[in-house]
Every structure is written in C-alpha cells, then in structure tokens.
C-alpha cells in the first residue's frame, strides 16, 4: 500500500467555496492487491470469524424454507437502513406500496432498485460455477444506479469532509488509472471460495469500499458484495443476513473498522464485522419467528371475526382466495384487488371481496391517495416487523421505546407487533 501525491487545481470553480477553490496537494491511498489466499489472522479474529460462522449456519438452518419470503424482507430492511444513512427518509410502508404500484416517490423508487439490485446479485453472482467478473461488478452498479453512466469512474473521487474539495475528504480513494487492476484482483477473491467465508467477505467489502470504483453507489453495491461472497462459499444457503443494518447503527465504528483495515489491523477489522454478522443473523431468527406468530394471530383474529360476523363456515375452505391472501401476507404486504385476482386466478370482484374482508377484520388497513380514493391495502403488522428487525439490528435489539437509533425511522406504532417483539 502506498498513497500517491496529486494536485487539485479546479479549471471550473463556479458554485464552489473559495476553501473549495484553492489549488493544493492531496494524498489518495493506494491499497495492496489481495491475496486469493486469505492471509494470517490473529487467535482473537480466527475465534470471532469462526463463531459468527456457525450462528450464520445456524440461523440458516433453523429458517430453512422460510427463507423466499424472508430474504426480501432482510433485504428491503437494508435497503432501507441505506436510505436512512444517505439522509433520505422512507418508511417500510411507503417503499412496499411504491414497489406495488410503481410510483411513489423517487426516494423510495431508487430504495427498490437497490433492492432488486441486491437479489440481482444474489442469483447471479453466487454461481460458483462461474468466476465474477469487472464486468459482473459494473452490471450491478449500474442496476443501483442507472441514471449514471456504466462502468468504473475515469476522475478521482474521495470520502466525507466539509465541501467539495479532496484536499478537505475523510478519505480519497486510488487514482482512476489504478481502479481496473484493484477491481479485477477482487474479482478475482470474490470468485475464490477457501477459507472461512465470515473473513472472505469481511476483507472483500473492505477493499471494495477502499477502491471506491465508482462515481456514485459505492456502498450499496460493496454491501450486496457481501451477501455474495457468503452465499458463493455456502456459509448460507437459504438466507441473507444484512451485516451492513448493523454497521448503520454506529457509523464511527464502522469508519474506524475501514481504517483499521486501511492501515493493515486486518484482526480489528474482522472483529468488529464478525460480531455485526451474529447480531443480524440473531435478528434474522427473531423476524422469522415473529412472523410465524404474527401469521397465527392473524388467522385467529380472522376466524373470530367470521364467527361473530355469522359468516359461514367460519374455518374458510383450504383453497379460498382469502386463505391464500392471509398466508402470504409476509411476502405481499401490500396488495390491490388486480394483483389478488391475477396471483390466484379469481375475478376482480372475488379478490375484492376478500380484501374487503380483511380489512374488515382489522387485518390489513386501507391506503387512499390525496382525493380520498383506495389505491391499496396494507398489513401494516408485518411491515412494522422490517421496522423492528432494521431498529434491532441498529441497536443490538435493545428497547427503542422512548427514543429511536440514529438515522432511522421511529418505531411503529401497532400494539401487536410490539407485544410479538418484547
């Protein structure tokens, strides 16, 4: 690793401070390129990474099936975490409908994006039958952000500080000329699958985050390359655990692992992204099993109210729209009379009509734009379980009650969901 003297000297300096216009000298960090070998760790690393290895398998094994509706969840919580770090306020609920219904504000289109960007990466990357690629990296970039030119940055960039000058930065990444070379060695440890994968993809976000390839959509695009690494070494099959949610929660730490690792304390590093690791998979457990709670109490709730309603029979056919409504709430919180009959087949008036139902029994609320029209229905429950594993996450899973984690939204305010949680 070396740094390499550039000047800053803007030809354009409108709209920049006079601080941002003066010329000067600034320093960009060069890193080592990795090893496909991972390197020697001390005792401390080694024990942290492999116990954050068998609570991943753990928690893996003990969700199992579950994991479809469950990863886009996990998934849209760090997402939202993102959103929240990046100063742009979006609750679960407004990001599920604008994913729906495909509108909304351009904050929580961009958050879907991210999302589909994630899973994107999941399914294609995490082929072990195929090296990832630069290009590969660049593809799901370029999905996070498409309004930005595809492919690596060709001018310098840089990290933090006051105003817009790298002579101010926290940080300033490599020279544009060095960024192909560093980015195709991390292909190339990404493809790679020996070693315990807690530290594969511990050194791997690092150095991704160190490059700072591109020109915007560096830390969401370093955080999906997380969830490839561990799912390409099988550390998890079914599931995908959101270590990133928990770095939100204390950013100075997380800066401070990153320059740990820039000034080769590798061990701290792997530490603090190993415990970040038990803590999400711990959460990822714990929504799992709140949902399958939630999920009964739901039944049970609209059980009674077809029996007080004399509604008959008040156990609905196995087959009925409104069963099949009611079981995938978790995967489709938010829901229109169009896609009920298209997802089972029944008439507009028949999903209608369960819905309808629904709602009447307090399950799912209804949603209606600025001139009083439904546009949708919501389970407001299920998606206040994404706000309390993103909080949990943030904060260890502590209480949150009479006040909120920084940069996240406030805690939802549904009884029932707080009585699952505690």
Sequence with gaps: ??????????????????????????????????DLALPR????????????????????????TKSGYLNHLLIRSESISSSWIEGNRVTPKKLAIAEVLHQGKSVALDVIANVRATE??????????????????????????????AGIRREQNWVGGNGWSPLRADFVPPPETEVRRLLDNLAQFVS??????????ALAHAQFETIHPFIDGNGRTGRAL??????????????LVPISTVFAGNRDSYID????FRADRVDDWIVGFSRAAEQAASNAVEL????????????????????????????????????????????EPVLTAERVAATYGVSTVAAQGALNQLGEAGILSRTKDHKGRLVCWTSDRHLGLVALTERSNRIGGGDTSDGKPRHAPAAPDIDAVGQLRN
């Design 41 to 64: 760790i001390s005792d401390e690393a080694n024990q942290a990474a492999t116990d954050a290895l068998a609570v991943l398998a753990r928690a893996d094994e003990r969700i199992g």
């Design 120 to 149: 994107e990466s999941i399914d294609v990357l995490a082929d072990r039958t195929r090296p990832v690629s630069v290009s590969d990296i660049e593809h799901l970039q370029h999905v996070i952000e498409p309004s930005l030119p």
């Design 257 to 260: 692992g990153l320059t740990d």
């Design 1 to 34: 690793m070396y740094y390499v003297d550039l000047l800053w000297n803007p030809q354009d300096g409108a709209g920049l401070s006079r601080k941002d216009r003066a010329a000067g000298t600034f320093r960009a960090f060069v890193p080592d390129e990795l």
């Design 226 to 239: 997380i969830h490839t690494v561990l799912k390409r070494s099988d550390a998890l099959r079914n599931i």
């Design 192 to 201: 790679a699958t020996e070693g315990n994968p807690v530290v594969r993809a």
């Design 288 to 331: 799992a099993q709140d949902i399958t709670q939630l999920d009964g109490v739901l039944l049970d709730q609209l059980l009674a109210y077809r029996t007080e309603s004399g509604l008959s029979p008040a156990q609905p056919r196995r087959g009925a729209v409104i069963v099949g409504v009611l079981k995938n709430l978790a995967s």
